[in-house]
């Protein structure tokens, strides 16, 4: 999205091609998110009331025939939709919500509510011996037959306390404790319910990550399985990030960790990870 006094252009751009302006909007409705393109839909936010306490949040679906529809407004809105666009899940606030984003939508292609659950709910889905803590859901991802979901503290952004597997055939849900809280320097693959993350933190100013990539810090690469609890070692570097990418549920693109470039890993389900492979 580009914004100016005129309103805001929102574009797009494949690769080295020119960029296309695909819809004009008559005010900015830049929130801090960029848009979302997925199978040719384009979901953005904009903001109502800003500057009072009667403020929202707008998810809009920009369609082909560019008209936008209004998915959902609210506080704390967060949404993961499907690959071919046919299921969205979204999160917000409620009236009572003190915080977080306790409720949770499941709308389909034609934007109609199918289904919603409570925060309260969901935790109850979640193994009996486990405490839950947390009041704020963050949808993860979608896979076209299933959507996880966090289940967060609010006021400690990544603390992750349970994950809820929902089934978009059955619509049943099930939770599983979390194990560990990846949040930076992270993957993750809805078909499997899998991380991929490391230890290299996170840096808020330029400065400390210089000050950081230049000391002997060990980084970790791991594959955690939230369905199993199994958590695995994949490589280690030292004081680099690994910038994983899924290029698909059992290969997945990082950072060189002992020199420049991406390399590949085959992460199998059984017989044990396979060498590193140059990335073609």
């Avoid at 009331?49 to 407004?73: C, F, I, M, Q, Y």
Wanted: hydrophobic share 35%.
């Amino acid at each position: 999205m580009k914004s100016n006094s005129a309103g805001t252009d929102v574009v797009l751009k494949k690769g080295s091609e020119p960029e296309e302006v695909v819809f004009h909007l008559a005010s900015d409705v830049s929130t801090g998110r960029p848009p979302v393109h997925i199978n040719g839909f384009i979901f953005y936010f904009d903001r109502v009331n800003e500057g009072t306490d009667k403020w929202n949040d707008r998810l809009w679906r920009l369609g082909p025939d560019k008209t936008s529809h209004l998915v959902a407004v609210g506080r704390g809105l967060h949404f993961a939709a499907t690959p071919d666009a046919k299921f969205i899940v979204l999160a917000r606030g409620t009236a009572k919500s003190k915080f977080g984003s306790e409720e949770l939508l499941l709308i389909d292609s034609e934007l109609n509510l199918m289904r919603s659950f409570h925060l309260a709910d969901l935790k109850k889905s979640v193994p009996v011996e486990s405490e839950v803590f947390g009041d704020d859901l963050w949808p993860l991802g979608c896979s076209n037959e299933t959507c996880w979901i966090a289940i967060e503290i609010a006021e400690d952004l990544g603390s992750m306390s349970a994950f809820i597997k929902l089934d978009l055939k059955s619509l049943a849900t099930n939770g599983y404790p979390a194990k560990v809280y990846p949040d930076n320097d992270q993957a993750f693959d809805p078909n499997l319910g899998r991380f991929i993350y490391s230890n290299y933190p996170f840096h808020f100013e330029r400065e400390d990550r210089v000050k950081f990539d230049s000391e002997n810090h060990l980084i970790q690469l791991k594959a955690y399985d939230i369905v199993s609890g199994n958590i695995e070692e994949l490589s280690f570097s030292n004081s680099k990030e690994f910038d994983p990418k899924f290029l698909n549920p059992e290969l997945i693109q990082i950072s060189s960790p002992r020199g420049n470039g991406k390399i590949c890993l085959s992460l199998p389900k059984s017989d044990g990870l396979k060498p590193n492979m140059p990335l073609k």
